[in-house]
């Protein structure tokens, strides 16, 4: 049993994990001292944002994943996938994401989708 590296919260199971450290949820594995986006990751990204994520009965969309995490800003990589009758669908365009909550995000999208 793991602790989370940043709010020090029992991690029984997560894939959540960098350099030997486990974390509870998406807003631990993005928390950073710095504001906002680095350099580079802003320079590989569009102002373009990810809007809101609701799923209302069977429909909606979600960010999924959280690959590629930076050394610098801690955002990750996040797919922004459709809903469509309770099933997440496979395409949808990649963003770079921070949590500032367990709850809210910022996001830009990526100037060239892997």
Known sequence: ????????????????KADGAAFCSNYCFTYSEMPGFCGKCSAA??????GNTVVGGLFGS???GAADRCPTCHSIVQRRRPI?????LWFGAEYRVIYISHTNYVGRQLKESK
């Not at 049993?1 to 959540?16: D, E, G, I």
């Open 45 to 50: 990204t569009t102002d373009v944002s990810p």
């Open 1 to 16: 049993m793991n602790r989370c590296a940043v709010c020090n919260r029992r991690v029984f199971f997560s894939s959540l």
């Open 62 to 64: 979600v960010l999924t």
């Open 84 to 88: 469509v009758f309770a099933v997440p």
